[in-house]
């Protein structure tokens, strides 16, 4: 025998857990909400990885040997003293 409370609870979740389990609305902002998720991660992860490699191009830029800096000597020239 079960008892009284016990009997009403069940009468009262019954119909709430079949609406939970059959109706699909909301379905789509849980989609949604997934989705930018995803996109968020995956940015974050583009974001991490691309700030070092500008990093490391504009380190090679600054190199005084190969980068930019570089183009910006002027040649020396050999004159012949009189």
Known sequence: MIPACLSD???K???LVERFAFEDQGQDLVEYALMAAF???AG???LNNLSSDIRNVYNSWLN???GV???W???TSVTSGS
């Open 9 to 11: 609870l069940r009468r």
């Open 69 to 71: 800096p570089s183009l």
């Open 39 to 41: 996109i968020a991660t």
């Open 64 to 66: 005084p040997s190969s």
């Open 73 to 75: 000597d002027p040649e």
């Open 44 to 46: 974050m992860l583009v």
């Open 13 to 15: 979740m019954t119909p």
